[in-house]
Every structure is written in C-alpha cells, then in structure tokens.
C-alpha cells in the first residue's frame, strides 16, 4: 500500500505544479494589461480622457461608449478581463469625466455631435476598424449609430442597447420625457443639478428588486463625483443639452434608417425602467436586427452581470 502511494505520488505532484503554473500564468496575463488612462487631443478644441488595456497581439479591439451618469471607470474590470485577447478603449464623452465641456455656442452635445466626437477618436487613436467592435449604451448608443449612417465601415459590428433610437416617449421614465421640451425640461435640470448625490447613489438600483440592487465599485463612484462638475458645467447640464437636440436627431435616424449597413445587435435589459424593452423590440423589428432581452436585467447590465457583457462581445469579436 506504502509502495502504490509512492508510485502515484509524481504524478499527484506534477498535476499540483501545473495547476499552479496555470493559474500564475493567468494572473501573470492579467497584471501584464496594463491600463493606461490619459487624454487625447481629438481636435483644437476638444480633449478627452481615455482608458486603453493594451495587447501585444489582439484578436481585436473593443471601444466602450458609456452613458449617463457614467464615466470611463465604470469599463475598467471588463476591459481588465477582455484585454487578455484584445485591446480595449474607452474615452469619457465630453461633459463627463475630465473630458473637455466646451460652451455651447461651440458644441452642442447632441447626438450628432457625439456622433463627430466617435469618429475623431477613432481617426485619431489608429484603431483598426475592421477589428473593431463598438459596444454603447445609453446615451452612447444613437451617437454610434449616427456616426455608421455616415460612414458604415465604422467598425465591424456594434452591439448597443438600452437607449431610444426613435421619438417614442410612451417608453421612456417621465423624468426623460421631461428633458425634451421646454419648460419641463429647465425644471429637470435644476433639480437634476440639486439632487447629485441622490442620483449618482441611486441611478442603478432604481427600479431593480431590493435583492437584485448591486453594489459598483467606489473607484467608479469616486470618479463620478469628481467628474460631475468641471469648467462651470455639470454633467446634467451636458445631458439637458444631448436632449435638447434628441429629438431632432432621432428622426434623422429613423428616417435613414435603410442606410444603416453596419452589422447591429440590440441587447435590452428585460426590466430596464428608464427605456422600456419594447422601444428595443420596435428598433429591432424595423430595422431587422438581431434582438436580445437581457431576462433578470436592468438598464446597466454591464454593471449588473458583467460577464453576460463579455460573452456577447467575445461572441461579436470571435465570429
């Protein structure tokens, strides 16, 4: 019995040693993705601060676009995990983060105008668009769209979601309602900018099961805070800016609607309450997309179950 044990005890060992090896080979992929946050000059006027997770030799590249009332932070820990096979951006629109906030007499921070902001980045940061997927939400997501009207070989394929393509305001949060016309929308705003905290504290949970709210990360938090007001503008004001203009920017969309070639997947939180799953499911139908309901999710599953995020963009990015 003493001799078997024996016998077998090289193999026990080296299987131990390779599990061992396996895993510091993986924390050795990770601590090696360095993420470099900077600022890139898109234009004479306009900076904004990035996020890249670098790769020495990428299966693709993935660029983040994030929404309201986000910044670039809340990619980090999937650009993290993304960046063991691919290269990851992610920049702060402008009016969030520490990206610049120009008057408005300069930039309006409409979707249009976000539109531009996407392409100048993509121009100027060399990243490879036939590599590239784009993954937006919120008040990224039409910007991106936009942008593909105009120039279809953008990126490879974008995944988008949660957002309102169309004028549909039935499906929206009556606060949202309420930014898309004066003067409701004035009055949304003051109270947006008197009530910061309780919207940074509360946006992602609302609407989620008391045992469904999830926690993010106090680096994310930290940022949002720091990042809500710079240069005498808040990150509402620049919200009350992109809907100034939504409206007029969604039927520009929807009216060129059969221009739009890029490759499009629709990803809809199934309890999102801010833009109800049926605007999705409209979008969809119309433009003849490829339609996923997120069941058990809300407006921020990227944040509520980030690996569901990353199958679809390694799905995306593998195909």
């Not at 620049?238 to 520009?252: L, M, P, V």
Request: aromatic share 12%; glycine share 6%.
């Amino acid at each position: 019995m003493l001799k078997s044990s024996i016998q077998k005890l090289p193999t026990v060992v080296l299987v131990f040693m390779f599990l061992i090896s396996a895993g510091c080979a993986q924390i050795s992929r990770e601590q090696n993705s360095k993420v470099e946050i900077g600022f890139i000059d898109i234009n004479s006027d306009m900076k904004l601060r990035r996020m890249i997770v670098h790769h020495t030799t990428p299966k693709g590249v993935v660029l983040f676009l994030h929404g309201f009332p986000e910044t670039l932070y809340v990619w980090k820990d999937i650009s993290l995990i993304l960046a063991r096979d691919y290269e990851v951006h992610a920049f702060d629109w402008p009016g969030y983060g520490l990206s610049s906030r120009p008057s408005v007499e300069s930039f309006s921070y409409a979707p249009q105008d976000y539109a531009r902001v996407l392409k100048e980045y993509i121009g100027k940061s060399g990243v490879d668009t036939s590599k590239l997927v784009i993954y937006a939400t919120d008040i990224g997501a039409l910007p991106a769209l936009i942008a593909a009207l105009d120039q279809p070989n953008v990126a490879k394929k974008m995944i988008v979601g949660d957002f309102a393509p169309f004028d549909r305001p039935q499906y929206m949060y009556e606060s949202l309602q309420s930014l898309k016309s004066k003067p409701s929308s004035d009055r949304t705003r003051a109270y947006m900018n008197s009530t910061r905290d309780e919207i940074l504290e509360n946006a992602f949970r609302r609407g989620l099961p008391k045992d469904e709210q999830f926690e993010i990360s106090q680096e994310l938090r930290d940022d949002m805070f720091r990042g809500w007001s710079q240069n005498n503008m808040t990150s509402a004001d620049a919200f009350y800016h992109y809907y100034s203009h939504f409206t007029r920017d969604q039927d520009y969309f929807e009216s060129n609607l059969n221009k739009l070639t890029t490759p499009v997947t629709v990803i809809w939180g199934e309890k999102d309450i801010y833009i109800n799953k049926e605007m999705g499911v409209e979008f969809a139908n119309k433009a003849n997309l490829e339609l996923i309901v997120l069941i058990g999710l809300g407006h921020y599953p990227h944040l509520q179950s980030p690996k569901r995020t990353i199958a679809e963009i390694r799905a995306s990015l593998d195909t």
